[in-house]
């Protein structure tokens, strides 16, 4: 199965250490979306990004957050000095470069962050 | 920016009857989706609408969308415990940036 894998899927951090949460997007995606998702809430955007470069970050968090997805390897998105706020559900999606018309966003599993 | 609304946010219901939960959207877009996400789970993909007064099927859903209107409906026939879910709409902005709805938690009783 070629989905869009994230790792890991709980990562319990206490308050003031780093979280790292890692994205491969599917075979052949290179534009990669990060979501936060609070419990029982929506999907807020974060950011959007193809490899080695940042599309869009209006969602980010101006401090301790911080994303990247290089030329090899996963995306990755990086808390640093975790709060009890920042406990969520991270969900990262993929996309073709030329996302066709009638393509969806692919998700994948999320990370769901407990901040203790 | 562009705002995404869903309503109704929480909805329960029989089974066997019909209901439609609403999306309305704040600028201009061509593309709108329909997901469902289950408790604990990622989510799914159900509807892709491109283009005013598309109207696509699957099953018991059936998605509409009115680009004038900036509108797009899920309707559900027919209810049956399996549909309960979270149901998003997400709208496509012109920059590829894509803004979700907060979602409409749906129960379906048996």
Same mark, same amino acid.
């Given at each position: *199965?070629?989905?869009?894998?994230? /790792?890991?899927? =709980? ?38 990004? &193809?490899?080695? /470069? ?23 998105? %990086? ?18 470069? *030329? %996302? ?5 966003? =692919?998700?994948? *599993? ?7 | ?12 219901? &029989? ?8 999306? /309305? ?81 749906? =129960?379906?009783?048996?």
């Amino acid at each position: *199965n070629a989905g869009v894998m994230q /790792n890991p899927r =709980h990562l319990v951090r206490r308050r003031g250490q780093e979280a790292r949460l890692r994205c491969s997007p599917m075979k052949g995606h290179s534009h990669v979306y990060w979501y936060r998702q609070l419990p029982e809430e929506g999907l807020k955007f974060m950011v959007y990004l &193809q490899k080695e /470069n940042i599309i869009d970050e209006s969602g980010m968090p101006k401090e301790r957050f911080s994303a990247e997805f290089p030329k090899e390897g996963p995306s990755i998105l %990086r808390i640093q000095q975790v709060v009890r706020g920042d406990s969520a559900a991270y969900f990262c999606a993929s996309s073709p470069m *030329n %996302r066709g018309y009638n393509s969806p966003l =692919h998700f994948g *599993n999320g990370t769901r962050l407990t901040v203790t | 920016e562009l705002k995404v609304e869903q309503n109704p946010l929480f909805l329960s219901m &029989q089974e066997g009857k019909n209901y439609t939960i609403y999306c /309305n959207y704040s600028t201009t877009s061509d593309r709108l989706y329909w997901y469902r996400q289950d408790p604990g789970k990622s989510l799914e993909s159900l509807f892709v609408l491109l283009s005013n007064g598309a109207v696509k099927q699957e099953g018991r859903l059936m998605a509409s969308l009115d680009t004038k209107a900036r509108l797009s409906t899920l309707h559900i026939t027919a209810a049956v415990h399996d549909l309960s879910a979270t149901y998003f709409c997400a709208v496509d902005t012109r920059d590829d940036k894509i803004i979700f709805g907060k979602g409409t938690r749906l =129960h379906i009783l048996p």
